[in-house]
């Protein structure tokens, strides 16, 4: 090993010496040569000569001078230096800030792709990264809420018969480039609707007279929730003028939604990134929760569901991504009700019955 080393630093010095460094040498030379017969060259060619001679060694100069930096760009030690001074300049922020939307989505294909084995394997996997950098890019520009608490009741509507949900929606959105997004609600019932809006500025003003618009499904205005097959129609609100100079408001709804006769698929599903969510929900009139599950992407999570299954609280400290959903199966406690060969049976009952309907295979 030591003599491998000692062979490499003598071919680094060796290549020190080029044809370039003894061009140079040589010029020089002869320019040191050509003034030492200065004294013997007429006045009337004093000037010329003497340009001649400080040309020459001014070139060998330049000559040695290039000689040296060509090697020293083409050692080891100044290209690693060069590449980590660039790598340094590449990932400073004032580099990446100066580019724009297509420069980052650009870098971002170069630092996101997959590796030549997994392209092999399966093409389409491309596809996948493209679209997770295309998600990526949007953070840039997406809305996002925090701190979102639902408390919400069922009970069974004593004019409908049907399992009726009452909510309290409150959570905190954001000012995002200047401007804040619309309000969407969907409902999957065409009974459900939202009840009231209100807003709350950091300084404790309230509008409470928000115009809730009732629209269909396309008319949301939202990809998440227009794609929900499961969705009949929804309110759509927007932020008053007089609240879009706050960087950040507080939002309050109440909403009722109704379920088929005796059960409820009680949902919630996030359309942008939040930062925690809380869930609580009480049952009434003999409701109870069936079973609770979440989808999408999501961790961190705690489920809490009382012992005669009437209250439940789904909590998350962690931030939601778009597309995550809570489902809670609420229905009617069946567990009380006696087995049909416990209930005596009228025989009249009986009778009215087998008159009212011919025998098999008629």
């Known amino acids: 090993m030591f003599k491998s080393a000692v062979n490499q630093e003598n071919r680094r010095i060796i290549s020190f010496f080029t044809k370039w460094f003894y061009i140079g040498f040589g010029v020089l030379l002869l320019g040191i040569t050509l003034e030492s017969y200065k004294q013997n060259i007429i006045k009337e060619w004093m000037f010329a000569y003497s340009i001649a001679i400080e040309f020459l060694k001014n070139i060998g100069i ?16 100044f290209m690693s230096y060069l590449r980590q001074k660039l790598i340094e ?18 870098m971002l294909k170069i630092i996101l792709k997959p590796t030549k084995e997994l392209s092999e394997i399966y093409s389409g996997i491309n596809q ?30 004593s004019e409908t018969n049907r399992v009726k949900v009452v909510s309290e929606m409150d959570h905190r959105i954001y000012r995002v480039m200047g401007e804040y997004e619309k309000l969407p609600v969907g409902f999957e019932d065409e009974d459900s ?9 950091p300084n404790g003003e309230e509008q409470s007279s928000i115009d809730c618009k009732v629209v269909n499904k396309a008319e949301l205005n939202d990809d ?58 009480m049952c009434r009139d003999g409701l109870e929760v069936k079973k609770v599950v979440t989808y999408g992407r999501g961790s961190n999570f705690k489920i809490d569901k009382s012992t005669d299954n009437s209250r439940v609280t789904v909590s998350c400290n962690d931030w939601l991504e778009p597309g995550f959903g809570v489902a809670i199966l609420l229905a009617k406690n069946t567990r009380q009700l006696p087995l049909a060969s416990e209930v005596p049976l009228d025989a009249s009952l009986i009778n009215a019955t087998q008159q009212s309907n011919p025998a098999d295979g008629v």
């Open 128 to 157: 996948y990264f493209s679209r997770y950098i295309e998600d990526s890019m949007n953070l840039f520009h997406a809305h996002f809420r925090s701190g979102y608490m639902i408390v919400a009741e069922a009970s069974m509507d």
């Open 224 to 281: 998440i929730l227009a794609k929900d097959p499961a969705l009949i129609n929804g309110t759509l609100s927007e932020i008053p003028e007089s609240f879009k100079k706050y960087t950040q408001l507080d939002v309050k709804r109440k909403l009722v939604e109704y379920g088929v006769d005796h059960w409820h698929l009680y949902t919630y599903r996030a359309k942008t990134p939040c930062d925690k969510l809380n869930i609580s929900l």
């Open 193 to 201: 609707k939202m009840l009231s809006t209100k807003l709350f500025s």
């Open 62 to 77: 330049a000559i040695i001078i290039s000689n040296i930096f060509s090697y020293i760009l083409g050692t080891q030690e």
């Open 89 to 106: 300049i590449v990932v400073s922020k004032d580099f990446l800030h100066k580019l724009n939307r297509e420069e980052r989505r650009e």
